[in-house]
């Protein structure tokens, strides 16, 4: 909590606090200059993107991007990057609480599964140009939004952190000197309700003030049969408050406070299936839990759990930012400058069963990130225009107090090794209380210098060259200590329990350097097609294992306390037209090669029961993607489709998939197999129709909008396995309502609307005793939706 009291004293003594901004005069209509959706007459209007710190079209710019608008966010209700990622079939998000979030684009970026706080984000996370180290950001409600840019591919020589995956570009209102405000209520069944609203206006003739908050409730999609609670219930809520100083005719100034919180009764996971491993008969899961007199609730899809921990996922992040405008030259300098906390206060079931077996795991965490970022855009002469940046981030992450694994009574027959231990391992106060306290402290440095020049050599010809430098430094000091327990005075009984965890300490202080670059070609060959070419690196820096360190034979292996960076080659070719003037097409064809790929594995040691990094030698990702948009009178289609192959080129040392748990051997090759998290098809259509009408005297349209989402089945499993793949499955979004002209709509809307069942992610239990849960996607929701400008 303390960053929460920092942080309030930061923003007050900022004077962002604009309670007492609502003053006189007319309020007038909300701002609706996002171009992303719009269309008119007959001709889909050109959507206009600042991806590269510059107003440009997004058709005439050679990266594949796609762009979200504001309003397309609000109505399809894709609050947050989770719903938004069935707009968007080459982003994955994958989450089994805040913490636990890994964001991928072309299924890169992030390692899935569980997170790793010891490696950096593939994938950049930007609002307003503050970038965000935590990936529990992207668990948040979106907040008074205007466009939303997603960039394929690597982006290092555009933005302030290096990203080897491409980046999310949040683009939010900015202030506004005209007097507005608007209101939005929705609620739905499951007792849904969500409440939005934003004031704005001049405070001054030079300084404009903005208010936006968002506040979101749900009851739980699962059901507690043991305590019955309801459980993986959503509560957020969010402010964001802004001034706008118009300083000259060529120097503005933006000054953002914010807090987000999440404090809800979750995310469990359920329990999705058993399978039989290469252990002993009576080390089977079944024969154990058969032993015990415990049955789980066995079908994932009646939502019903009967954990006896509580689950608990606190999320508060905010912060302050400051952006300043200044022309140059021919050009804009900008400066952001940024201070921002995270607190995670979590308790997690971590066995996913009803059994005091692994009966506690917290990582209650506070991270705390100070950037700043220089950066220059540009004509350099009449044919060269560039992007010249210096970026600095430092970060701390700390343990608050400390992170807990402990033990309970029914774990001694997960570890029993046959019947003839029983007695031994059945000794009262052997295992319950008995835990780890680990002290994992973390301070990093980066800053790069990077650049782009984009050389006009024809009419019809750009060169884009682009080049980064960049500088890392990690300390780390990890601390873990056996804790808890009863006192034992049997040496014996002692060693059993000393088995089960072991004391561990590690220093580092890494430094590390580094140039990538891009190549891009980019040719017209009519006014309405253009082709470009593609090549660049990435790197990724190295990571640190913060989760703690397997053991072999007894030794903790701290040869793996220190993973070595990420190293990539991307290729791409692609070709964005506008066939007609009602219409766009394009297609991107690409190829990414990793060397030394960073992934998260999971292994039987309950030491690691988050896992923990290791290295796979190659990695090839490769695929095309098609989107396009179609306006056909007062109809409007849009779709994109995302063809994704995935292979571990080599991955010698690989963590045993849950069914060979038991093999003789710990580790083995799966090189040739494919990559977790990756679907190989993925589509997206939508579309919406309008009808011009009056309602109530207002003047405005009907509207019935559609989006459908799909994608086909996945590995869940860092090794290849038989059981944790997760079905294809498809979903259906609708909403139908009215818009007025001028201040208000509503609509009913559907999410889910056919009621798919869907698993989200499968996670093996930890120990790997041979179950596993799952990460289950939400029912069928319906609501209803009123907005209101004034």
Partial sequence: MKNLYRFAAVALSSGVALGA?????????????????????????????????????????????????????????????????????????????????????????????????????????????????????????????????????????????????????????????????????????????????????????????????????????????????????????????????????????????????????????????????????????????????????????????????????????????????????????????????????????????????????????????????????????????????????????????????????DQWRFVSPNAASEAQYRTPGLFEGFGTDSSPGLETFSAALFGQLDWTLSDRLNLLTGLRFNYDEKVVDFQRTRSGGAPLANSALLALRNAQYSNQAFKADITDDNVTGTVTLNYALADAINVYGTFSTGFKPVGLNLGGLPTEAGRVMTELSIIKPEYVQHYEFGVKTSPLPNATLNFVLYQTDIEDYQAQVQTADIAVNRGYLANAEEVQVRGFEIDGRLLLGNLTLQGAYAWTDSEYVSFTNAPLPLELVGSPVAFIDVSGGRLPGISKNAVSLGGEYVQPSTLFGSNGEFFVGIDTYYRSEFSSSPSPSQYLNVDGYSLVNARLGFRSDDSWSGFLWSRNLTDEDYFEQLLPGAGNAGHYAAVLGDPRTYGATVRYNF
């Avoid at 930012?321 to 906390?341: H, K, P, Q, R, V």
């Fill in 21 to 409: 901004f609502a003053q006189s005069g007319a309020p007038s209509a909300a701002d609706s200059s996002d171009q992303a959706v719009a269309q008119a007459g007959s001709r889909v209007e050109e959507i206009v993107i600042t991806s590269r710190r510059r107003e440009e079209v997004a058709q005439e710019v050679p990266i594949p991007v796609t762009v979200v608008s504001g309003d397309l966010v609000a109505d399809s209700g894709g609050f947050n990057v989770n719903r938004l990622k069935e707009l968007i079939p080459s982003v994955q998000l994958y989450s089994s609480n805040p913490r636990n979030t890994a964001i991928s684009i072309r299924g890169q970026g992030t390692t899935f599964g569980l997170t790793n706080d010891g490696i950096d984000p593939g994938v950049g996370y930007y609002i307003d140009g503050v970038f965000f180290a935590r990936p529990a950001i992207t668990t948040l409600d979106f907040i008074d939004v205007e466009r939303i840019e997603v960039l394929r591919g690597p982006q290092g020589t555009l933005y302030g952190k290096n990203t080897t995956a491409g980046a999310f570009n949040v683009t939010t209102r900015k202030p506004s000197f005209d007097n507005e405000a608007n209101f939005e209520v929705s609620t739905g069944n499951n007792n849904y309700a969500q409440l939005k609203g934003t004031v704005s206006g001049g405070l001054t003739e030079s300084i404009a003030g903005r208010v936006s908050f968002s506040s979101t409730e749900r009851d739980g999609t699962l059901k507690n049969i043991r305590t019955g609670e309801d459980v993986n219930n959503l509560e957020n809520w969010a402010v964001r408050s802004q001034l706008l100083w118009h300083v000259s005719d060529s120097t503005g100034a933006r000054l953002v406070a914010e807090l987000s919180r999440q404090a809800p009764n979750g995310y469990a996971q359920v329990f999705a299936g058993s399978v039989t491993n290469k252990r002993s008969a009576y080390r089977q899961f079944e024969t154990i839990i058969a032993a015990l007199g415990y049955n789980p609730p066995r079908d994932p899809f009646d939502r019903k759990i009967d954990h006896n921990t509580k689950w608990r996922s606190g999320n508060d992040i905010g912060g302050v930012s400051l952006n300043i405008d200044t022309e140059i030259g021919s050009g804009t300098l900008t400066s952001t400058s940024a201070w921002y906390f995270w607190d995670w206060r979590p308790s997690n079931d971590r066995d996913f069963l009803g059994l005091n077996a692994l009966q506690l795991s917290e990582a209650p965490s506070d991270h705390e990130q100070l950037s700043q970022e220089f950066r220059w855009a540009g004509d350099v002469t009449d044919n060269v225009s560039g992007v010249l940046g210096l970026f600095a981030i430092k970060q701390q992450l700390e343990s608050d107090p400390v992170h807990r694994e402990e033990l309970g009574p």
